[in-house]
């Protein structure tokens, strides 16, 4: 089964943000309005679903969102609004949606924007134009397409990482020997290949290897031996008791006794 | 019945009233204009009071329910008889301000059934749902006999009376699971949470603090309704539950202190920073304080130190909620969230209202074992419940002031509104100024080019020099400053008086002034070369435009300063360069971005413009000029772009 993802080389991106721009346009998504939740319009916004962010280096490095291999926010969803597609794009239905933004708590990376300023408000992010991808209205998402330098490209994950592996091996010096997002938070679809460390854009040090889904999951298979745990222990007690006062009262009929009171 | 001569109850629910007027008005704001509109939150931090207070606080509060009909029908613990009953009605009313308070917070709330039917069973917030929707039915349920009681039913009586053993299992089951689910709810934002709250045993944190709110909520009721309705304190039962409560305070100590220890995060406690002052307080208020005051056996005797205690713990309890929820999620660039009077308005309200439902339920049904005291004076009853008449009650009754309280509250709250509430993030709380006529005139100056205004005095404007216009001082930029603004000529490039709604009535969310740069829109272009917002930051605000606008014309990019201007960049950029400094970027690499523009944009700018009839906007893009440099397709991934999909 083929599997989207793209990958960005921060060491080719010049900056003109015409990523940023055929997202706007192929999504709709509106101008970038200054906002109160919103002072910098050059941020992820929800009229902006990719922006470029700039290392202390000058370095360019996209920031969308990351489609993990196992998505928080797809965990976090209670309703199921955001779900994860078989070629891997994580997608949203804004019809599902109760607007809860579990989703935007959850993401490790932080890539969800909620549209503040409406009273009837969506999640916005990237979607990996998957929609019109499928409907063959699109060859690859609009950024990768875009993208002059081709700093990002779209294809299949698998190649893309034996690509970025090729890429390593080519040319040792001008990387950082590491594929950004090949394991990070259980792997994503986004990679990114760098020669100046990523910590500060996008991709903190404490983010570690483990799905983050994992965490919660654990917990909740708990539950229902919790719940049954927790009657069973109840009504022992109570019966303990109960039975303890009986023949407290059939040996001492008259003194009234405070059964386990201590 | 009781209370209508009790100015301390009557005063007390017209303030309640009051309140929830207020609330009432900001919440159909709300729905009217959006969370923006009404709340402090951001993308970095999407959730704030109404989850952390509302949600988390209320689910907590209402604990007091599933701990006293533990001890009493599971422990037997009969003396705390007293208590279920009001401890279940706290419980029921908690969760439906949950419901509220959530109803509130959703987007999109009309979607809130969705859990039920669509199952989602690996999301925790699917856990808490469900656990809400059955607590909820379980607290009703429970608290049914009560009402059955108060309206003489006695079949639905008996037979609830065979249930409750069954409903306080069944109670305590789910409040065990959802007092936890809260707090693995927060087990995925380990990314968010700062290290001194997050903890793998959030669950466990949560479920215990929980126990402990629930027995010092139970503990401030008695004492609040026995100060309210003029009553002895239980002093036994307040005894019994101080205990409780100062041992439950400490095995909650002992947790966070040896969770923190176990995690190696003690050190974060002495960083000196916001967070830790706020763990150490949070910690201290809501655990230590009360604890020290229920085992000191000369404060155990004080009716004053037991209520600071037990409101202390609640309160901090309550803290610990909204910290997890909200206050002490780590926020990008350091922006800390703090709410909104609005969004406070609107908890409280939810509080007012639960409360007033209380005192409702307190005076009608037999909540409490022993009745409110009657009034030693006879009050003639204001209506026959038998002829249905009315004899007419005091013309300014207690319903009255009940009333008076809501409507002022209710112009209270638009007041609010219409102040412009979300007041938590500076700058945009700042009214803008109304803007003010002048006279101006147009004077030429060496060696800055291009036109500058001067401001002229009444004097001056009386000396009739030439030239003079009338034009509008705007301080949109909400930094004190102000700018010209030629309103005549604006008006007559837009079209005349007809163009009057281009600028004016532009409905505007949280800006009354159109700010200049919601007309001059082209400066916000995405793939724009020049940073505009920097240099508005930098020169400070809208005052600065005419800085490098200076043409006393339409005020477009096109029309602005070169960035070699002299009063500018002039020295920073040459002209004739091409690329300065490339052999500073290792082989390969494309140059920056500011760095290709600042010492290309100008040379394009001039070698490009006349030659090829490229228009200006389309220089700043870089494929403009680099039509023909993309990189060369690597083999195997373009190709791909493409994918089968079965």
Redesign the interface.
């Known amino acids: 089964m083929s599997h989207f993802a793209i990958l960005t080389d921060v060491t080719r991106c010049i900056g003109c943000e015409a990523c940023v721009e055929a997202c706007q346009k192929t999504n709709g998504t509106g101008s970038d309005v200054p906002h109160r939740w919103q002072p910098d319009p050059n941020a992820l916004s929800s009229s902006r679903w990719t922006t470029l962010a700039q290392t202390r280096e000058g370095r360019f490095v996209r920031v969308h969102c990351r489609h993990c291999l196992d998505p928080s926010c797809v965990a976090a969803c209670p309703v199921g609004a955001m779900r994860r597609t078989p070629e891997g794009a994580v997608v949203y239905d804004a019809e599902i949606c109760m607007g809860c933004r579990y989703c935007m708590i959850a993401c490790p990376f932080r890539m969800t924007r909620y549209e503040w300023s409406s009273a009837v408000p969506k999640v916005r992010k990237c979607i990996l134009c998957y929609q019109k991808v499928m409907s063959g209205e699109l060859e690859q998402p609009a950024c990768t397409a875009a993208c002059p330098s081709k700093a990002t490209v779209f294809g299949e994950r698998e190649a893309l990482l034996a690509e970025a592996r090729r890429r390593l091996a080519a040319e040792p010096a001008r990387y950082i020997q590491h594929i950004w997002g090949e394991h990070e938070v259980g792997g994503t679809s986004v990679l990114y290949l760098s020669d100046v460390s990523l910590d500060e854009a996008g991709w903190p040090r404490t983010l570690g290897d483990r799905p983050r889904p994992r965490l919660a999951r654990e917990v909740l298979g708990t539950v229902p031996w919790t719940f049954a745990g927790v009657a069973a222990a109840c009504y022992g007690v109570h019966w303990t008791l109960e039975r303890r006062r009986k023949v407290a009262a059939a040996e001492h009929p008259p003194e009234e006794d405070n059964g386990g009171e201590r | 019945m009781n209370g209508a001569n009790n100015p301390r109850l009557v005063l007390t629910r017209a303030a309640l009233w009051l309140v929830v007027g207020i609330a009432a008005v900001v919440a159909a704001n709300r729905?009217?204009?959006?969370?923006?509109?009404t709340t402090a939150?951001?993308?970095?931090t999407?959730?704030g009071l109404w989850i952390g207070f509302d949600v988390l606080a209320g689910v907590a509060l209402a604990a007091g329910g599933f701990v006293i009909a533990?001890t009493v029908?599971?422990?037997?613990?009969?003396?705390y008889h007293a208590v279920v009953r009001p401890a279940v009605l706290t419980a029921f009313l908690g969760y439906v301000a949950v419901v509220i308070g959530l109803l509130m917070?959703?987007?999109?709330?009309w979607?809130?059934w969705?859990?039920m039917f669509?199952w989602?069973?690996?999301?925790?917030?699917?856990?808490?749902?469900w656990c809400v929707m059955l607590y909820l039915t379980v607290l009703a349920l429970e608290f049914a006999p009560v009402v059955f009681e108060g309206l003489s039913l006695e079949r639905p009586l008996r037979l609830m009376r065979r249930l409750t053993?069954l409903l306080?299992?069944?109670g305590?089951?789910?409040s065990?699971?959802h007092q936890?689910?809260l707090g693995?709810?927060?087990?995925?934002?380990?990314?968010?949470l700062h290290p001194l709250w997050y903890s793998?045993i959030l669950?466990l944190l949560f479920l215990v603090s929980a126990v402990a709110l629930g027995v010092m909520m139970v503990t401030c009721e008695s004492l609040a309704s026995s100060w309210l309705f003029r009553r002895q304190p239980e002093w036994p039962l307040l005894d019994g539950l101080t205990r409780a409560a100062a041992v439950v305070c400490l095995l909650y100590i002992t947790l966070r202190l040896g969770d923190l220890a176990w995690r190696h995060q003690l050190g974060h406690l002495f960083e000196g920073s916001w967070a830790s002052a706020l763990f150490v307080l949070e910690l201290g208020i809501s655990a230590v304080v009360p604890a020290f005051l229920f085992l000191l056996p000369a404060a155990r005797k004080s009716h004053a130190a037991i209520a600071t205690g037990a409101a202390l713990g609640v309160g901090g309890l309550v803290l610990y909620r909204a910290d997890v929820g909200g206050i002490a999620h780590l926020a990008?660039g350091g922006r800390h969230y703090v709410p909104a009077l609005t969004e406070i308005v609107v908890s409280a309200g939810v509080v007012a209202a639960m409360a007033l439902v209380f005192l409702f339920f307190v005076e009608r049904f037999p909540v409490w074992e022993e009745r409110p005291t009657i009034p030693d004076h006879f009050t003639p009853p204001m209506r026959d419940p038998v002829s249905r008449t009315f004899f007419g009650g005091p013309w300014f009754s207690r319903a009255h002031l009940g009333a008076a309280g809501l409507a002022l509250g209710m112009v209270l709250g638009v007041a609010l509104v219409e102040a412009d509430a979300?007041s938590s993030?500076s700058?945009?709380s700042r009214p803008v100024p109304a803007a003010r006529t002048v006279q101006i005139r147009e004077v030429k100056r060496n060696p800055t080019p291009g036109h500058q205004l001067e401001l002229l005095t009444r004097e001056q404007v009386a000396a009739g020099p030439d030239g003079v216009e009338a034009a509008l001082l705007v301080g949109g930029g909400r930094d004190g400053r102000t700018v010209v603004f030629p309103h005549q000529a604006h008006q007559q490039r837009l079209g005349g008086p007809a163009s009057c709604g281009h600028c004016h009535h532009r409905n505007l969310?949280?800006d009354r002034g159109t700010a200049c740069t919601?007309c001059h829109?082209d400066m916000?272009a995405?793939?724009d070369t020049f940073a505009h917002?920097t240099h508005v930051a930098a020169l400070k605000g809208n005052a600065s435009c005419a800085r490098c606008h200076t043409a006393g014309k339409a005020r477009t990019r096109a029309l602005a300063l070169a960035c070699d201007d002299p009063a500018c960049h002039g020295r920073d950029v040459s002209t004739t360069a091409v690329a300065i400094n490339r052999s500073k970027l290792?082989p390969?690499?494309?140059?920056?971005?500011?760095?290709?523009m600042h010492t290309l944009c100008i040379g394009c700018h001039t070698r490009h413009e006349q030659k090829t009839g490229v228009t200006t906007p389309y220089l700043s893009?870089?494929?403009t000029c680099?039509r023909d440099r993309?990189?060369a397709?690597?083999p195997?991934?373009?190709a791909?772009?493409?994918?089968?999909?079965?």
């Open positions: 729905f009217l204009r959006g969370l923006g509109a939150l951001t993308d970095a999407p959730w533990a029908y599971i422990f037997h613990l009969d003396r917070d959703l987007g999109r709330p979607n809130i969705r859990p669509f989602q069973p690996h999301s925790p917030l699917f856990e808490v749902a053993l306080v299992i069944t305590i089951g789910l065990t699971l936890s689910s693995t709810l927060f087990l995925l934002a380990r990314d968010r793998p669950p990008a979300p993030a700058g945009w969310r949280h919601a829109r916000y995405v793939t917002q290792p390969g690499f494309a140059p920056g971005y500011r760095r290709a893009r870089c494929t680099h993309t990189v397709p690597e195997g991934v373009v791909l772009a493409r994918l089968e999909v079965p």
